[in-house]
């Protein structure tokens, strides 16, 4: 019995990792700066002895003259979705430098970012937090920045998870259904939502959530464009291909600059998407020939705006399009032929 | 200084060489110390004193063979002897050699030099072998060669022995004479540079050559920091620093070094014109210069030759020269052939040339080239852009392809670590890591599988599709309309997949075909995972359920490559069809790969049959990599390659193409004679190079050169009548059974084991077939259900494995009148490897005792194959009472129905070998042994000839059959191993005719030929006009003539 009791608790030690586990490994510069990239100016940092909160190095930055440099390093193996709480320590004997610490997660262009705020404290090491939900691939990156004239010392970085993602989708489903939360909240939450959902490969029930936020916060330009996006995506990925032309539609018309590089691009995505539609409503030829008919506009739209904006400059993008409008027609006789609507 | 200039000048170009003169002799050769005397008697003036390796004769010495004597004779290359050896019949590769002792004691580097010339056919080499070092041997001198210099360097040689070996193969006569022995100073490659103009720039250099593979190109830029300014010589570069360019050039490829001295100005930029010198040393000082290159050109790179160190003194003096002396002095020699001018209007001949921006920017070399190729017949080149093409196109070559390999390279979705990690704990997976440490490797170096997501597959081979095409439109869109297809794949293996999807997909498709998890033996469809071929394809075998009686395993294993074809058809299908909505007149190929090495099977998941059917490609092609030293069953497997790729075409109509690798003079012809016979009207040569840039090529290859010259002027006489012509439908099927691929290695090592009695013994049945004038479709199970066996009179199955539901299509065809041949133990386990004893009554066999050989190497080209197979005992007609040997196998049977069974051949004990059996209103020949290997284990095979010694008495059990039904062909032929084929359309009838039988010109080959209508006129490509015979009652030609290597005889 109490080896069986034992076996079980080994099993549920690695089943996951627990609240307290410090997920960042080496974050006390003890095996050296090998996992830091000095950035900007490649000679402030160095591997120091000089302080340390803990063990016997930390990682220095030195300006002799004002500057802003940092510490970069990816941590790519943490929990996908899971909310961290990062800590790190700074360490400055004068005012006249200043410390922080900046995350960001790497998946474009809706990256997540946190930042902690900058040392107040001189002589004495002072905690650097933030918290930050790492997105589909469990990866975050981390800087240690230092801005002005002098040095600081860093050491003990950590990351404890602050919020499973089950408990997290549990939060997140109740300030959805809150009658208190404002709709700001909400549709954050449902980009959250969505995104837990995405990731857990439920793109239907995620491109759900994500349809939700136009209405909610019709206003907010940066989180719609943001929810379309990932609403054709997620769409796209729950073989749903109208849903995602829609999503598409609505962020080019609502959300998108007229003559913008911007909506060049988006009406490029559009054009994909109608491509992939009509494949799908196949063997209904006359439905996808209509289709692919919109689709052949909307590329020649996207080419008009390039043109429009620089056409020297955006000739590789002109030059897709017009690679677009060559298949798309080809298409369309294809689907002509095989659907007998010559 | 002594020195001699060459002067070349050009339209375009001024090139002088100058070196000296005196390093032309030993007494002077800057590289020579002093000279060695090791040997006694070096120029053989005092006869063979001193040799050994043969035993004393009357008139000299008889060497090791036994046979061949080699004495010392009047005439010499220095002094008044030297020695002979005369080979008076063939002699193979290292049966002969005469050797001498020697020491050299403690020393630098030494070289051994001697002169050799041959008369006839035969090849002569001189080696040196040292006590615990091996063998170094010299370059080979080939047949007919006057008096030439050859050596080798030892470096630091062992105080020990040394032994000297003269060697020679083929048939006629090798001199030997004025061996020497020098020691050698220290010495490398070192060069440095000038340019003249344009004046007051400053450069830097840029080295691109050739070096040794697997890296193959050196490429290193000197003086970038710091530039040279013009008007002076540079600093001394050590171009061998990293000893790329040493050693000997018989044992490292290449052998002669070619380089592009690019002058880039140091500002950036292109130099439009320069004119410059190179001087090549053998040390870093101004005394030990070797000679100077001077060109003067339009573009910015100056192409030089030189010599590995290995060389030897005397060839690295003479090998320092213009790169462009290669491309000219090939052209010259095409010239001397003195052939008339050459265009083929219709049929594609096709190759590769390279080297402008990294070899050269003079225009000068792709005229000569150019020029070369057209000469040669070819009319397209692959990848002909701009500035090729418009030089090209002065020589008629107007037609391209071009190669897309992006997509299956880099736009395949993968899988992310999650899906990757579900994917890895699956049991194939574990199993295939266990039992291949490379796997195991591989799945941890951070590769990822293909995600079987039809959507993303669709999008990224598009955008891929969509920025290859851009790329060509911007470098040179006027080339495109010359592209005529596009090769997408070569020698392929299928798309890795893994993951949901991919699993999914498996489940659709074995429901498609009926299959139920318990088939497979799952419990339910979460539990039928398909298995991630391809990632591990040297396991393949290993994977392969060893259990037998496990049915559901093998259903499983069966089940799941097929499902690999499928779906790797799939996403060349993808490929293709994004190529066609860019460029609607193309084709796109894939060049599969030969069968024997699994490629083109679903061992690679890759099934050229099942990628016709889905027209994945468009045009069917295949590279035959045979050369008459020993490929296989022999060059003429090209024709079954052909065959195979026709057949597969004709599924949706489609391009037939030959990928023909190069050969000497008269096997080209003959191999470029079967393809087009068989219905090819377009033909890759492979790549011709140039040498200097490229590796494997074929510009230094005269014979190959001349022998394709001299093909397309007689395909050019015909192809008015020939390129619309087609083959008549034939009358014989042979089947093509995809199950026996899966099964057919009895003991295999790696997945693309290539020793197993069925597949050559199919090899041997088709030529059985081909060698009787006999013309053959292949047809593949799932076309024999699509109910295909109605077009054929008769059908052959020489195939273990054969899938359950066609054995009993088979029967049914023969039941209602069809002519079926097999031999062996055809069709007693069906697909998944089990028993299976359907076609027993149709054979009208029963009661069956088998032996088998237990060597289960039947390779023909490896002494422990085929000819390593005992005879199991012989068979001997009962019309003439020839015999002949049983190979393989034997099976003693009894007969189901005597009464319907006629016994046309007999085992020594009397019991039938060879019966015909009449089933419903059919009949069945089966002959009790391997059939094919018995006919290809009489053969003869020496080094660089076609395989010969097919004996007719083993030929009648394969090739009979159809006359004793009375199948009609197209054309008898009174010469069996002559391939005849005939190809027609409205314009007429094209015979093509290519002589297998021997080396010999044929005296008379008398031909029967079947016409539709009456002929007025017979003319042969080789002869013209010739007299001829048509038989108005039996609507047929009877024509006569002696045959050569390959004539084209036209009917009109």
Known sequence: MKQLILATAVLLAFAGRGSAENAISDGGFEDGTGKWQNLWSPTSGSLSSEYARSGKMSGKLEHPETASTGWLRMTTDLDPGVLYRVNAYAYRQTNSISASMSMHTDTPPYSRSASSEKTVKTGEWELLTADIATRHNGTIWIQLGAEGIGSVWFDDVSGTVLKTRDERKNLLLTSVTSQSASNEDKAQAFLDLGEIQYLERNPASAANFYSKVPDLVPDDEARCRQALDAWAKASRRAKDYAAASVALRKLVKDYTPSGSVEEAKHLTKLGWALGEEADHVVPDYKAALKILEKALQIYSNAASVYRGIDPVAHKHAIDLLEDRLVVTRYDINEMKRLGGLE | ?1052
């Open chain 2, 1 to 1052: 200084m002594n020195r001699i200039k060459y002067i070349r000048l050009f339209a375009s170009t001024l090139c002088i060489h100058v070196f000296s003169s005196i390093y032309l002799t030993a007494g002077q050769n800057p590289l020579i110390e002093r000279e060695l005397t090791p040997l006694t008697n070096p120029g053989f003036e005092d006869g063979l004193v001193g040799w050994s390796g043969g035993k004393a004769g009357d008139d000299g010495m008889i060497a090791g063979d036994g046979r061949t004597e080699c004495k010392v004779v009047e005439m010499a290359a220095d002094g008044k002897k030297s020695l002979c050896m005369h080979l008076d019949a063939w002699v193979d590769p290292g049966k002969l050699h005469l050797d001498r002792e020697f020491k050299l004691g403690e020393q630098g580097s030494v070289y051994v030099g001697l002169r050799i010339k041959t008369q006839g056919d035969v090849h002569a080499v001189m080696g040196v072998t040292s006590e615990g070092r091996g063998t170094v041997v010299s370059p080979g001198i080939k047949p007919d060669t006057d008096w030439q210099e050859v050596g080798i360097v030892l470096n630091d040689p062992a105080a020990g022995g040394h032994s000297l070996k003269l060697r020679a193969f083929g048939k006629g006569k090798a001199y030997f004479d004025d061996i020497r022995v020098y020691a050698l100073k220290p010495y490398s490659q070192y060069i440095r540079v000038k340019l003249d103009e344009p004046a007051n720039e400053r450069y830097r250099i840029y080295v691109w050559g050739r070096m040794a593979r697997p890296r193959e190109y050196f490429h290193k830029t000197y003086f970038e920091k710091e530039g040279v300014a013009a008007g002076e010589y540079s600093p001394w570069i050590h171009l061998n620093e990293g000893g790329e360019f040493s050693g000997s050039p018989v044992s490292i490829y290449p052998g002669l070094i070619s380089a592009g001295i690019r002058f880039q100005k140091f500002s950036g930029g292109k130099f439009e014109k320069i004119k410059a010198h190179v001087q090549l040393a053998y040390g870093p000082d101004e005394d030990k210069i070797i000679g100077t290159i001077s060109e003067e050109n339009e573009g910015h790179i100056v192409g030089i030759l030189f010599a590995r160190t290995g060389a030897g003194p005397f060839e690295f003096v003479k090998q320092f020269r213009p790169m462009i002396d290669d491309a000219r002095e090939r052209n010259t020699l095409m010239k001397s052939l003195n052939l008339p001018p050459v265009k083929l209007k219709h049929f594609m001949i096709e190759t590769a040339s390279h080297g402008h921006g990294s070899f050269y920017t003079n225009p000068r070399f792709i005229e000569l080239e150019h020029n070369t190729l057209g000469m040669i017949g070819i009319n397209a080149l692959s990848h002909l852009s701009s500035p090729y093409r418009q030089i090209a196109a002065k020589e008629g070559i107007t037609r391209s392809h071009e190669a897309h390999r992006e997509s299956i390279l880099y736009e395949l979705p993968k899988l992310d670590d999650e899906e990757f990690e579900a994917a890895l704990r699956d049991p194939m997976y574990v199993k295939a890591m266990k039992v291949q440490p490379e796997c195991k490797k591989l799945m941890e170096s951070g590769w990822k599988p293909t995600r079987m997501d039809w959507d993303d597959l669709k999008r990224n081979i598009s955008r891929g599709v969509g920025a290859w095409y851009l790329r060509m439109q911007n470098h040179d869109a006027d080339a495109i309309p010359l592209i005529e297809f596009v090769d997408i794949g070569d020698e392929i293996s299928g798309v890795v997949f893994a993951g949901e999807q991919f699993n999914e997909g498996f489940r659709e498709f074995l429901k498609t075909h009926g299959i139920t998890p318990q088939d497979v033996g799952r419990k339910t469809w979460e539990d039928v995972v398909a298995v991630t071929w391809g990632a591990y394809n040297n396991p393949l075998p290993h994977m392969r359920p060893k259990d037998r009686s496990d049915v559901a395993a093998c259903r499983f294993h069966y089940w799941s490559l097929k499902y690999w074809t499928d779906s790797t058809a799939k996403v060349y299908g993808i490929i293709s069809r994004e190529l066609e909505k860019r460029m609607p007149w193309i084709h796109t190929r894939i060049n599969f790969g030969q069968p024997w090495y699994n490629a083109a099977t679903d061992m690679r998941g890759t099934d050229c049959w099942e990628f016709a059917r889905q027209r994945t490609i468009t045009a069917l092609c295949n590279e035959d990599w045979l050369r008459a030293s020993g490929s296989f069953s022999g060059i003429q497997l090209n024709a079954y390659l052909a065959d195979l790729d026709r057949s597969c075409a004709a599924i949706h109509d489609m391009v037939v193409q030959a990928y023909v690798m190069p050969e000497d003079e008269d096997h080209i012809q003959r191999k470029l004679a079967s393809v087009i016979g068989k219905g090819v009207k377009e033909i890759d040569l492979f790549s011709y190079g140039p040498y200097y840039s490229s590796f494997d090529n074929w510009s230094q290859n005269f014979s190959q050169a001349k022998g394709v010259a001299k093909f397309t002027r007689k395909l050019e006489k015909a192809e008015d009548v020939l390129y619309p012509g087609q083959p008549r439908k034939a009358k014989v099927a042979f089947i093509w059974s995809a199950s026996d691929e899966l099964w057919r290695e009895k003991a295999p090592v790696q997945f693309d084991s290539h020793m197993a009695d069925s597949m050559y013994n199919r090899h041997y049945v088709y030529f059985g077939l081909l060698h009787k004038q006999t013309p053959i479709d292949f047809i593949d199970e799932v076309e024999i259900q699509k109910g295909r066996l109605s077009e054929y009179e008769v059908v052959y199955l020489s195939a273990r494995n054969l899938r359950r539901d066609v054995q009993k299509t088979v029967a049914e065809w023969v039941k209602g009148g069809g002519y079926l041949w097999t031999d062996a133990l055809s069709g007693v386990e069906d697909e998944y490897g089990q028993p299976c004893e359907l076609l027993l009554p149709v054979i009208g066999i029963k009661d069956l005792k088998l032996t088998e050989s237990r060597n289960v190497d039947y390779r023909p080209h490896v002494i422990s194959g085929l000819k390593a197979q005992e005879p199991l005992g012989s068979i001997t007609f009962s019309d003439t009472g020839e015999s002949l040997n049983a190979i393989g196998t034997t099976v003693k049977f009894g007969l189901s129905e005597p009464a319907k069974t006629q016994i046309l051949a007999t085992f020594a004990d009397g019991s039938p070998a060879v019966i015909e059996h009449e089933y419903g209103n059919g009949k069945v020949h089966y002959v009790g042994t391997l059939a094919g290997c018995s006919y290809g284990r009489t053969t003869r095979r020496r080094h660089g000839k076609i395989v010969t010694g097919y004996r007719d008495t083993n030929r009648r059990l394969i090739a009979d059959f159809p006359a004793r039904v009375g199948v009609k062909m197209p054309l008898t032929c009174s010469a069996p191993m002559v391939e005849a084929d005939l190809l027609e359309s409205d314009k007429g009838i094209g015979v093509v005719l290519a002589n297998y039988v021997g080396e010999e010109s044929l005296e008379e080959v008398r031909l029967d030929i079947i016409v539709p209508r009456e002929i007025y006129s017979v003319t042969s490509s080789e002869r013209g006009a010739i007299p001829f015979q048509y038989n108005k009652g039996r609507k047929s030609v009877e024509v006569s003539l002696p045959l050569d290597i390959v004539d084209i005889l036209v009917l009109k």
